[in-house]
């Protein structure tokens, strides 16, 4: 599934994902992922299906003006594009979460699988590794670490708990715009 974190800091917004693809069966993919997108104002980390990262690409999919209206146009997009279901299976067709960073507001929010979408005070994780980086962002919260080298720890702890986690890790600073 993989592993994509997201921090807030005084400093910035970092968002960091791992670069892992693998199968439901746990194989993994000799495939080149992309899972931290850039459209617009937004900084975008994704885990689940890779054809959820790609559809949100700035080529296919504008996005939206304001961050809360960011849940429906997923979904329509993803009725767009075929990757999802109408009726009791909907969100089970999408198989994605995402962290969204704004840079007009320097905030952070998590749109999980379900679409519901939340706004992140401090640090988010998603994915199959994500229990092991939140437990490496809270111990090195209290810490003089900088917040890329703070994912990149998260990121590392992630790999080596979680098979479908690993490197190369990429973190990208959003640049906040004013």
């Not at 939206?64 to 997009?77: E, G, K, S, T």
């Not at 379900?114 to 988010?124: L, R, Y």
Request: net charge positive.
């Amino acid at each position: 599934m993989s592993t994509v974190v997201g921090l807030k800091t005084k400093k910035g917004l970092w968002i960091g994902a791992d670069s892992r693809a693998s199968t439901e069966e746990g194989e993994i993919r000799p495939i080149v992922t992309e899972k931290i997108i850039a459209n617009g104002p937004y900084l975008i980390g994704f885990i689940g299906s890779v054809r959820g990262g790609q559809i949100i690409r700035k080529e296919y999919f504008k996005a939206p003006n304001n961050p809360f209206d960011w849940p429906d146009a997923l979904i329509h997009q993803c009725q767009a594009k075929s990757c999802i279901a109408n009726g009791e299976v909907q969100t089970a067709m999408m198989l994605c979460n995402y962290v969204i960073a704004d840079a007009r507001n320097g905030k952070l929010y998590e749109i999980l699988i379900d679409f519901q979408m939340n706004e992140i005070e401090e640090m988010t994780a998603i994915g199959s590794g994500s229990p092991y980086a939140f437990g490496s962002l809270f111990t090195t919260r209290e810490l003089n670490i900088n917040g890329e080298d703070r994912i990149t720890i998260a990121l590392k702890a992630a790999a080596s708990f979680d098979s479908a986690t690993g490197a190369p890790f990429i973190v990208k600073k959003l640049k906040r715009r004013k």
